[in-house]
């Protein structure tokens, strides 16, 4: 029996091997160490440009955001409007099924920052109330 270290994907295994026939090999070298991985330095990124801002209104002081990605199939309000907590602000679609995006409490509309059509990222800012 040999036994060999084999490393698949950065895990290393022991292995044990019997030779079967009659024919003697040559002594086989042990597997030698794994060489070190080498790294490179990476530059440090530049930090990235702050976003413009956006022109539907003032911002609020709380903000709605999407749960998930997905596309704005309905936007049931407009900025200077009441609204109550649980009122659908928005109609979110995503894996084909209709989602609302509810007020989570009673206030005024700040700004509505999508529109019908839009396609959002999660956390993305849908509405900001005041």
């Known amino acids: 029996m040999k036994t060999y270290n084999i490393t698949i994907n950065g895990v290393t295994y022991a292995v044990e091997v019997e030779e079967v026939g009659g024919v003697a090999s040559a002594p086989v070298a042990a597997p030698a160490a794994p060489a070190?991985?080498?790294?490179?330095?990476?530059?440090?990124?530049a930090a990235p440009a702050p976003a413009a801002p956006k022109v539907a209104g003032k911002?609020?002081?709380?903000?709605?955001?999407?749960?998930?990605p997905g596309n704005i199939n309905k936007v049931n309000v407009?900025?200077?409007?009441?609204?109550?907590?649980?009122?659908?602000?928005?109609?979110?679609?995503?894996m084909k099924m209709e989602n609302d995006v509810c007020a989570p409490e009673d206030g005024t509309v700040a700004s509505v920052e999508v529109a019908k059509?839009?396609?959002?990222?999660?956390?993305?800012?849908l509405v900001t109330l005041n």
């Open 36 to 45: 070190a991985p080498v790294v490179a330095p990476v530059a440090p990124k």
């Open 59 to 68: 911002a609020g002081s709380v903000v709605v955001k999407a749960p998930m």
């Open 78 to 94: 407009k900025p200077g409007d009441a609204v109550k907590k649980g009122d659908v602000l928005v109609v979110l679609e995503a």
């Open 117 to 125: 059509g839009a396609t959002v990222e999660t956390d993305a800012v």
